[in-house]
């Protein structure tokens, strides 16, 4: 049987069971058996094969059923045997495929099998349903399309010469085409470019300046090496690395409630960078920091990554369901970061190209089945000190606010009713929803187990946990006017102002596991409440086995992603790296090594890149730093029309590409331009002006947008506060993704909305008017230069300067006849309004918004 075939005949018998539950064999009217022996090859495949209308291939495993195999086909699926070798008329096939009483009979679309075709599988059956001679493991698509180039072992090529490898390969491959590179871009576009690519913030004139008059031979490698020491490097990194980890600053669904710790994991991920973390320790600390022997806060916050999922605590909602696909997601996240495959694809059937399978995807989804969200003290530098002084007056001062309040016996009434309300769900109805709060509203999500647990061996935090939920919503359970009695709500105030009054330790989203195992299920269709075989934890069986003892855990999973048998990892994380530097990977579906991602431009290149990745010890900043001191990264970027048919994508890398900027290194380098950046590392996230209106769009008006005040008004887009429900608008109008799902590269896209943007947005109103602020007091040509510098990095030439004095001196002219107009730009004077509308210009420039 061709088991390649896309329209393989088993993918139509497996959906035909996995649609409809078998029922009990009827007395019905079969055509009758064929009376000749029939052969599986000659009769048989070709009723499989014309009778499949789109599925999805021969090895479906819908529920654990296989028919390419003869002992999982007689094992059956969630639903039974599917086929009873010697008696056609008690075999659910049949029953399927003849269609009986009230059933659709299969296939489900196009022409049914005839009297004919039914009666030679019945024969089949009736004469032991013999499977070709290799019946005891046919071999399935997930091996035959094993021999994909993504899954094969990563070789290191040789490469003549002594120079970069990078530019060799690139340019024989040139040499192929009958090529000739472009030449190297000007030491000021140069600078800029990887001053962007390494920092995210353009160059300050000063530094221009000094590496322009620097002639040393190694001078530009010098300017490489101070980048990549920058603190900003990991800024500029971790944005790249949020985007895979679908960061945000909030749930996501209708509450879209805020988490105010989230920060935490990110400024893990900046000083990871900035270390220069090797990326195998990097993979570990995030997959299974908690796992580690002796593992401390550090590696525990690492494991954030595995809570950036979307949180759904809307009332009434199955806490179950979305606790499934919330294990779903961080399967699927993790084959699309580090293997770069669509494994999410086989949640409800195999995989419709490449070789994953259901039950692949559920044994990968079984690492994390026991995963807990947790809450844990992350301290940050300077912070451990104060609160060891003063922590033990305020636990003090708040026990005396919950005793004057009467809260421990209120409290502990509650509790027990809560326990009876859990024990007999239906009978008051006031109390389920107290219940239904509770497992929705509390910090963490994990009231329930706090409450279950006997109060004397709750941790600090579960008590603080359950004690605030409490007090928040004891009004579900007693009514509005109690609680109004009770004046818990006037508590409520005061403990949030006693802990703001009092040091306190900065606390982090983490996960651990659970110390009770979780049996995990195939959920047929990826129904999470139809459960089918039983899974155990392991890797995708088209890659190289994992080795482990036991039962294995996301230590084991994670250990395997960066061991040297693993083909993808080491090759998915260069492309990713090569991709920042030049627009598109060697692999330009970054998200896609399967069979429908497109092959490598350069595919030696990508496994020398591969190799290099993993001897040099998994050194990011190594890779950044071989890749930017390539010749190949130094060419210029302007357009040459004898490529435009070519090789218009610049796949063969003749020159560089010109990339517009990422949403938040727009608004940086505005900032940076106008001296108002705040260049302070880290830290929690801040909310900077946006147009009003934007905030309103929440649900029910729940989402809250107090601007920040003071220099956290100006702190690098980073660190914006992102609410899933209603994102800051120039990032959503600048392509930023929307933290829902792993986002792997980028779009980039020109609307009139980011002129507006640009034109109008508060941040860059004010950021025009510091930039005209500090060139304002100069005459035109001077400040003109000074603006252009500090904008672009260079001089204006002659006819942008003839044309910006131009629109000066009519902007002048048109405020001096209009000053309520510059009162409303607070400029202050006709000639500061001109130069405000000056740095407009210069921030709506192409060459402001592009790398070049």
């Not at 399927?96 to 059956?125: E, F, N």
């Not at 930039?771 to 001089?795: I, K, N, P, Y």
Request: hydrophobic content about 40%; overall charge neutral.
């Amino acid at each position: 049987m061709d088991w390649d075939h896309p329209k393989s005949g088993v993918g139509l018998l497996v959906c035909a069971f996995t649609l409809l539950v078998p029922s009990p064999a009827q007395q019905v009217a079969l055509p009758p058996a064929a009376q000749r022996r029939v052969d599986f090859a000659r009769d048989i495949e070709p009723i499989l094969k014309a009778r499949c209308y789109g599925c999805h291939g021969a090895a479906q495993r819908m529920s654990g059923l296989r028919l390419d195999e003869r002992q999982a086909a007689l094992a059956g699926g969630y639903s039974g045997a599917v086929l009873k070798p010697g008696d056609s008329a008690g075999s659910p096939l049949i029953h399927r495929v003849a269609g009986l009483k009230g059933l659709l009979a299969m296939p489900p679309a196009g022409p049914k099998l005839s009297a004919g075709q039914i009666g030679l599988l019945r024969a089949w059956i009736d004469q032991g349903a013999k499977w070709p001679a290799t019946e005891a493991g046919v071999a399935a698509p997930a091996k035959a399309k094993a021999g994909h180039w993504a899954f094969q072992p990563v070789q290191r090529p040789a490469v003549a010469g002594s120079g970069n490898p990078i530019d060799a390969l690139i340019l024989a491959r040139l040499e192929k085409e009958g090529i000739q590179p472009s030449p190297e871009a000007d030491r000021t576009t140069l600078l800029r470019r990887v001053s962007l690519d390494l920092t995210g913030l353009p160059p300050t004139p000063d530094e221009i300046a000094e590496f322009l008059a620097d002639t040393r031979q190694n001078a530009y490698e010098r300017q490489v090496d101070r980048l990549l020491s920058s603190p900003h490097y990991g800024e500029k990194w971790a944005r790249h690395w949020l985007d895979l980890a679908r960061y945000a600053d909030s749930d996501g669904y209708e509450k879209d409630w805020v988490r105010p710790n989230a920060w935490r994991y990110r400024q893990w991920v900046i000083d990871a960078l900035n270390r220069d973390m090797p990326f195998d320790r990097f993979t570990v600390e995030q997959i299974a920091g908690d796992l580690l022997p002796g593992a401390g806060a550090g590696q525990r916050v690492a494991t954030g990554f595995h809570r950036n999922t979307l949180t759904n605590r809307e009332g009434g909602v199955d806490s179950a369901q979305f606790r499934y696909e919330n294990t779903v997601d961080r399967a699927s996240t993790v084959g699309a970061v580090w293997l770069g495959l669509t494994v999410g694809c086989a949640q409800c059937h195999d995989h419709k190209y490449d070789p994953i399978t259901q039950k692949d995807f559920y044994q990968l989804f079984a690492f994390f089945d026991g995963v807990e969200e947790v809450d844990i003290d992350a301290p940050m530098p300077g912070e451990m000190g104060p609160y060891l002084r003063t922590h033990a007056e305020y636990r003090r001062k708040r026990q005396e606010l919950l005793d004057q309040y009467h809260v421990p016996e209120l409290q502990a009434a509650w509790e027990r009713e809560m326990l009876r309300t859990a024990s007999e769900p239906g009978k008051r109805t006031d109390w389920d929803l107290a219940w239904d709060c509770l497992l929705k509203l509390t910090e963490g999500g994990d009231g329930e187990k706090i409450l279950r647990k006997a109060p004397a061996e709750r941790t600090e935090r579960e008590r603080d946990v359950l004690t605030g939920h409490f007090i928040r919503n004891y009004h579900f359970a007693v009514g509005g006017k109690k609680y109004e009695e009770l004046k818990l709500a006037e508590l409520d105030k005061k403990l949030r102002a006693l802990r703001d009054a009092y040091p306190q330790l900065s606390q982090a989203p983490a996960i651990r596991e659970d110390p009770n195992p979780h049996r995990s299920f195939l959920r047929v269709r990826g129904n999470y409440k139809a459960l089918g075989i039983e899974v155990q934890p392991d890797v995708p069986g088209a890659l190289p086995p994992l080795q482990f003892k036991g039962r294995a855990t996301r230590l084991d999973l994670a250990r395997w992603l960066v061991a040297p048998e693993n083909p993808l990892t080491a090759r998915v994380a260069v492309n990713r790296i090569w991709q920042e530097f030049f627009g598109n990977g060697i692999v330009k579906t970054s998200e896609d090594f399967g069979t429908q991602g497109e092959r490598p431009a350069h595919p030696e290149l990508l496994d020398w890149l591969a190799s290099e990745f993993r001897d040099s010890g998994w050194s990011m900043k190594h890779m950044a730093r071989l890749i930017v001191t390539s010749a190949a990264y130094k060419r210029s970027s302007k357009a040459r029309p004898d490529l435009d048919a070519r090789d218009p994508e610049n796949r063969l890398l003749a020159r560089q590409s010109r990339l517009r900027l990422p949403a938040e290194l727009v608004r940086d380098c505005a900032l940076a331009a106008s001296g108002l950046l705040d260049t302070r590392i880290g830290g929690p996230s801040v909310r900077p002006p946006q147009p009003k209106g934007v905030a309103e769009l929440g649900y029910a008006n729940s989402v809250k947008w107090a601007e920040s005040e003071g220099a956290d008004r100006y702190r690098r887009g980073l660190y914006i506060h992102f609410q899933r429900t209603t994102p800051y608008p120039l990032l959503a109008n600048f392509d930023a993704p929307n933290s829902e799902v792993s986002t792997c590269r980028r779009q980039r896209s020109n609307t009139p909305l980011q002129a507006l943007n640009l034109l109008n947005d508060p941040a860059f109103v004010e950021a025009a008017q510091a930039l005209a602020h500090r060139v304002g007091g100069l005459d035109f040509d001077r400040g003109l230069e000074r603006a252009w510098q500090l904008a672009l990095g260079r001089q204006p030439a002659g006819r942008e300067r003839e044309r910006m004095r131009r629109y000066f001196e009519l902007q002048k002219a048109i405020f001096e006849k209009e000053p309520a107009s510059v009162q409303a730009l607070g400029a202050g004077s006709a000639e500061m309004a001109a130069w405000t509308g000056v740095a407009s210009v210069l921030f709506n420039l192409d060459e402001f918004i592009v790398r070049e």
